[in-house]
């Protein structure tokens, strides 16, 4: 099966691979399926409608961002980012995660109601140091585990 | 829109007549203060998995949503060079 994707031009894939969402995701909630691509860097992939092609959400996983967020049983949770010219203003969606079974092939979103986690959560600061923390993937080992 | 008018202290049933653990939802009345700015404060139950939401909260989210569609055509530019922000453990910081 084929669709034609903004991000990645023409995206050939086995239907087997879409993840169905019974719920939609809110605001979209008759678009039912989805592809997760991988992108080329490491943080974000696209959630990508395959019956709306043009329609793909930025997402990352949440977990290099808060090791205690909110766990779903055989999901990953992920944030909807909102990107921008300045990397800066990048955010990301806090409060309506969307959980992934990658396994399963399914996906639901939901909201957690905590004022721990804003809708725009600020994914980068510019680093103060300019000498070891470049890498965005830096887990932190300073911390007590 | 259906209105009815309650007492505090009163309760609605929503989807069928059935009790929360039965499938049912409850909305009881547990205070409210009067005037044009007054608060009415309401407890619900319902099943697990009945998402519960303050519809501006709902609105903000569908806001967000439509952003990030908006501008997942941007090309993120080199982010090698700026940290990712965390959420602590618990110390309310970020």
């Known amino acids: 099966m084929k669709i034609e994707t903004i991000q990645f031009g023409e995206v050939e894939f086995d239907p087997e691979q879409t993840i169905n969402f019974s719920s939609g995701i809110f605001g979209f909630d008759n678009l039912k399926s989805y592809l997760l691509i991988k992108t080329d ?8 409608s395959v019956d709306k092609p043009e329609l793909a959400f930025p997402i990352v996983g949440i977990r290099v961002i808060d090791e205690n967020y909110p766990s779903e049983a055989g999901h990953e949770a992920f944030a909807i980012v909102t990107l921008n010219s300045d990397p800066l203003k990048i ?6 995660p969307v959980y992934i079974n990658q396994e399963q092939k399914s996906g639901f979103q939901k909201v957690i109601d905590s004022d721990k986690y804003p809708v725009n959560f600020n994914l980068f600061s510019a680093t103060d140091v300019s000498t070891n923390e470049t890498d965005p ?5 300073d911390r007590m585990g | 829109m259906l209105i009815l008018t309650r007492k505090v202290n009163e309760e609605i049933m929503i989807s069928t007549n059935l009790p929360a653990g039965q499938g049912g939802i409850t909305i009881k009345i547990l205070s409210a203060t009067s005037g044009s700015g007054g608060l009415v404060k309401l407890g619900i139950e319902a099943p697990a998995g009945v998402q519960i939401l303050r519809s501006e909260v709902y609105e903000k989210i569908i806001q967000s949503t439509l952003d990030a569609t908006a501008q997942s055509k941007i090309k993120i530019k080199d982010i090698s060079a700026l940290k990712l922000n965390k959420i602590e453990r618990g110390d309310g910081r970020s």
């Not at chain 1, 860097?41 to 990508?48: A, H, K, Q, R, T």
């Not at chain 1, 955010?91 to 309506?96: C, F």
């Not at chain 1, 993937?137 to 080992?141: E, S, Y």
């Open chain 1, 137 to 141: 993937l830096n887990t932190g080992t």
């Open chain 1, 91 to 96: 955010t990301a969606n806090l409060k309506a």
């Open chain 1, 41 to 48: 860097d490491d943080l974000f992939y696209s959630l990508n």
